[in-house]
């Protein structure tokens, strides 16, 4: 528990949401505060990755980029939580919008400056990406739970989930933005782009939002109805060896 989950939620900072509900940021989230579609798809399919730099002017949806990596990872491995968790694990940005990774490493960096500046035996090193994290925690926890997958997900999971959407950014990197002017990171250009039948074409926003709630609706219904059988199943292993 971090301190401010003591305090209560309407004392928090707050956003509101497409449906007109108070959004608590960084606090607990309680049931039928976050619409799916409203409030997370179609804000995903309305929210550009990299910033809107597109060289086309167009907007290439945050949704698209997770439905991409959902049906790679669910033709890779047939599993559909795997392909449901890579469907969420940008769900949080639908509320709090995408925090680009260059933004957040310059935010460090003047974070840091501003901390040696003020002395930095003083003032304990405050981390960017946890504080992000800390806002997008209740998000994630509360959408995994409506697709019925624990949070947080297990650690093979997150992995997998990881490495594809390092791959999905080169790759989109590649189809999609003008010549870098300079390499990126060493992690980025070391990696092997995607093997794509086609070069990535951006849908339209609203496109993109129907096709991530299409899969959300469809794989979290048979992952709820997969930890149904599994629980029947399992109860039914008690009671047999009860009555031997």
Known sequence: MKPGDTEPARAAP??????????????????????????????LGNTGRFANQMPTGVLYPVAQHCTIGADLLLAQHNDYGLALAFLLHEAHEGPLGDWTEPVVEAMQVELDAMREAAGAGLVPRISIREIKRRLAEPIDRYVHALAGLPWPLPRHVRELVHVMDRRMLRTERDHLLAHPPRPWDDGIERLQPLNLRHRIKVQKPAVASEQWILRFDQWSARVHAERVADQTSLIASRLREAVE
């Not at 309680?30 to 409203?38: A, F, N, S, V």
Request: charged share 25%; net charge positive.
């Open 14 to 43: 707050w956003a509101q949401t497409a449906t007109g509900r108070a959004l608590p940021l960084g606090r607990a989230i309680e049931p039928g505060m976050l619409d799916i579609r409203r409030d997370i798809a179609i804000p």
